[in-house]
């Protein structure tokens, strides 16, 4: 049940075609993915802080996807939608790495985790 709730509500925040909207929401699927594996993350992390972690904690090169979150959120809206595809493509491969870095057991905890729910 736990683990369906939270996939729902991830995938909740996808539903948009706003470039903008959609850089924040892998922002925050990216930030709640590494609370749930038991990182410390400020509420205030920025896409250039969230990658720079991933690359730190999991030896994961994240700079594409930071770089195309940040154009997706901040650049010139003719070029955000391109920007927000590659994003997307790039938290994928993200997540994909982070978790091969993973024990099983690492990856169970994260899935029935709280964190990223704020209930913990």
Do not use: N
């Amino acid at each position: 049940f736990l683990a369906a709730t939270k996939l729902l509500l991830r995938g909740s925040r996808f539903l948009t075609r706003d470039p903008r909207r959609l850089a924040a929401a892998s922002r925050r699927e990216l930030r709640d993915f590494l609370l749930d594996q038991g990182l410390e993350i400020p509420q205030s992390a920025t896409l250039r802080e969230l990658a720079e972690l991933v690359e730190t904690e999991y030896g994961v090169d994240a700079r594409a996807f930071g770089l195309h979150a940040t154009a997706a959120r901040f650049g010139p809206v003719r070029s955000a939608g391109e920007a927000a595809r590659a994003m997307r493509r790039d938290l994928r491969r993200v997540r994909r790495g982070i978790r091969r870095e993973l024990t099983r057991g690492e990856r169970a905890r994260g899935l029935l985790s709280l964190r990223s729910l704020g209930l913990a």
